[in-house]
């Protein structure tokens, strides 16, 4: 049904459906942008790597002489940088020559706010084998700023993802479609979600399909932009949402897994002794993140440094400093934090820190809720955070870095249960 009402859109103006001002879109057949994103690392790595050589080799001489030692600290950054770029070029054209260009077939178009974006995406057959597909619907805020000069005009464009789900789904059994391994892709989209901005305003929303794999070598990626619109299907306020959530995870049989086989793919262990729960937190569950984090803290302080020695204002080494700490900080608390939850029927106690741990402990009458929130965004991954919300003070973090929104919701939405005294089922 969803299909048919896709094509008959298809007569519709753009101005009714902006999404038929694709091309792409309107034929249902979305290629991934991986061919850019080489072009644009190799061009990117190409001219920092350029810059930065010739300005070290001559800077690093000169600062050497005049006894400058701590400065060559901050030249030196730079082409350390080049390096981390190149690799990524690099990487990046390996994974093009792989794996080419994949595709993404829309059996909904567009995906509908409210209701679903469903599709098959079309693989290589090499990846039937790979075990498990990690796919990502995230919803971008893209803001471009523009800064008049005397030198003329420059841009800066930040993004910040606004909503996020996350599915892995096994490629075991997948059926082949045009030599393809075609693995069907649903996710469901709240109805307060933000809509796709059709043009190219300084401030729009785009909705990107992410996949990946880990396979021998460069592990396979794919990334699309997809359509995602208010229409008619789209329910109305306060209108029921009859789209169930979409299946986080299923196992190698097909099968849904189970939250805590979920939650212990990600560093994160449930017991369930008779009428209690208790959550473990294990430390760097985010090892990415973190070290994406430490690395550029290492920039940071070696930036520190070398302001120190030259003759900056005082200002700058204190400003930069007091930075750098905070960047340090973060870096401890994505690799170190660990935490403990132990829940049964009126009762709630906590004990999570990054070096030494501390104690919080709730009866059922002193909380208003338990829930999960967003907190830290690593490049391209949100992790959300299970927070207790007291009647009085402050929201209480018991819980934190899980890398899927599904996940933390079940999670929350459990240990409230037990601590009502209607627990013991959800992870079964």
């Given at each position: 049904?969803?299909?048919?009402?896709?094509?008959?859109?298809?007569?519709?103006?753009?101005?009714?459906?902006?999404?038929?001002?694709?091309?792409?879109?309107?034929?249902?057949?979305?290629?991934?942008?991986?061919?850019?994103?080489?072009?644009?690392?190799?061009?990117?790595?190409?001219?920092?790597?350029?810059?930065?050589?010739?300005?070290?080799?001559?800077?690093?001489?000169?600062?050497?002489?005049?006894?400058?030692?701590?400065?060559?600290?901050?030249?030196?950054?730079?082409?350390?940088?080049?390096?981390?770029?190149?690799?990524?070029?690099?990487?990046?054209?390996?994974?093009?020559?792989?794996?080419?260009?994949?595709?993404f077939e829309l059996d909904t178009c567009p995906g509908v706010v409210g209701r679903t974006l469903e599709g098959a995406l079309l693989l290589p057959v090499a990846l039937r084998g790979?075990?498990?597909?990690?796919?990502?619907?995230?919803?971008?805020?893209?803001?471009?700023?523009?800064?008049?000069?005397?030198?003329?005009?420059?841009?800066?464009?930040?993004?910040?993802?606004?909503?996020?789900?996350?599915?892995?789904?096994?490629?075991?059994?997948?059926?082949?479609?045009?030599?393809?391994?075609?693995?069907?892709?649903?996710?469901?989209?709240?109805?307060?979600?933000?809509?796709?901005?059709?043009?190219?305003?300084?401030?729009?929303?785009?909705?990107?399909?992410?996949?990946?794999?880990?396979?021998?070598?460069?592990?396979?990626?794919?990334?699309?932009?997809?359509?995602?619109?208010?229409?008619?299907?789209?329910?109305?306020?306060?209108?029921?949402?009859?789209?169930?959530?979409s299946q986080w995870a299923t196992s190698a049989s097909g099968t849904p897994r189970s939250l805590d086989e979920d939650l212990s793919r990600v560093g994160i262990f449930v017991e369930?002794?008779?009428?209690?729960?208790?959550?473990?937190?294990?430390?760097?569950?985010?090892?990415?993140?973190?070290?994406?984090?430490?690395?550029?803290?290492?920039?940071?302080?070696?930036?520190?440094?070398?302001?120190?020695?030259?003759?900056?204002?005082?200002?700058?080494?204190?400003?930069?400093?007091?930075?750098?700490?905070?960047?340090?900080?973060?870096?401890?608390?994505?690799?170190?934090?660990?935490?403990?939850?132990?829940?049964?029927?009126?009762?709630?106690?906590?004990?999570?820190?990054?070096?030494?741990?501390?104690?919080?402990?709730?009866?059922?009458?002193?909380?208003?809720?338990?829930?999960?929130?967003?907190?830290?965004?690593?490049?391209?991954?949100?992790?959300?955070?299970?927070?207790?919300?007291?009647?009085?003070?402050?929201?209480?973090?018991?819980?934190?870095?899980?890398?899927?929104?599904?996940?933390?919701?079940?999670?929350?939405?459990?240990?409230?249960?037990?601590?009502?005294?209607?627990?013991?089922?959800?992870?079964?």
């Amino acid at each position: 049904m969803r299909r048919e009402s896709s094509k008959s859109s298809t007569t519709a103006t753009s101005e009714d459906a902006p999404w038929l001002e694709r091309e792409d879109w309107a034929n249902g057949r979305v290629l991934s942008t991986n061919r850019a994103e080489a072009i644009g690392a190799v061009l990117f790595a190409g001219v920092w790597d350029a810059i930065s050589s010739v300005v070290a080799f001559f800077a690093i001489p000169d600062l050497w002489n005049q006894g400058k030692k701590p400065l060559i600290l901050v030249v030196a950054i730079f082409p350390v940088i080049g390096v981390v770029l190149a690799i990524w070029a690099l990487r990046c054209v390996i994974r093009l020559i792989k794996f080419g260009t994949t595709v993404f077939e829309l059996d909904t178009c567009p995906g509908v706010v409210g209701r679903t974006l469903e599709g098959a995406l079309l693989l290589p057959v090499a990846l039937r084998g790979a075990g498990d597909m990690l796919l990502s619907l995230d919803c971008v805020k893209r803001v471009t700023t523009r800064r008049h000069t005397g030198n003329g005009s420059r841009s800066h464009t930040s993004e910040i993802i606004e909503w996020q789900d996350r599915v892995e789904l096994s490629l075991t059994g997948a059926n082949v479609r045009q030599g393809k391994v075609a693995l069907p892709v649903r996710f469901h989209i709240p109805a307060e979600a933000l809509p796709t901005t059709p043009g190219s305003p300084s401030t729009r929303i785009l909705w990107r399909l992410i996949a990946s794999a880990d396979v021998p070598g460069v592990d396979f990626g794919a990334r699309f932009e997809v359509p995602v619109f208010c229409t008619e299907d789209s329910p109305t306020p306060g209108e029921e949402e009859a789209e169930p959530q979409s299946q986080w995870a299923t196992s190698a049989s097909g099968t849904p897994r189970s939250l805590d086989e979920d939650l212990s793919r990600v560093g994160i262990f449930v017991e369930r002794p008779p009428n209690r729960m208790q959550v473990q937190f294990r430390r760097a569950r985010c090892k990415t993140g973190a070290a994406m984090l430490t690395g550029f803290a290492v920039l940071w302080t070696g930036v520190c440094i070398g302001l120190s020695y030259s003759d900056a204002p005082i200002l700058f080494p204190i400003m930069f400093g007091l930075t750098d700490l905070l960047i340090v900080w973060g870096a401890f608390d994505a690799w170190l934090w660990h935490g403990r939850v132990r829940v049964g029927p009126g009762r709630l106690e906590s004990r999570a820190g990054i070096f030494i741990a501390t104690t919080k402990q709730f009866q059922a009458g002193e909380i208003r809720g338990i829930g999960a929130s967003r907190g830290t965004q690593f490049g391209n991954t949100v992790f959300y955070r299970i927070r207790v919300r007291p009647n009085e003070g402050s929201p209480v973090t018991i819980g934190k870095y899980i890398g899927n929104r599904q996940l933390a919701d079940a999670l929350a939405e459990e240990i409230q249960q037990f601590l009502t005294g209607n627990g013991g089922q959800s992870g079964e």
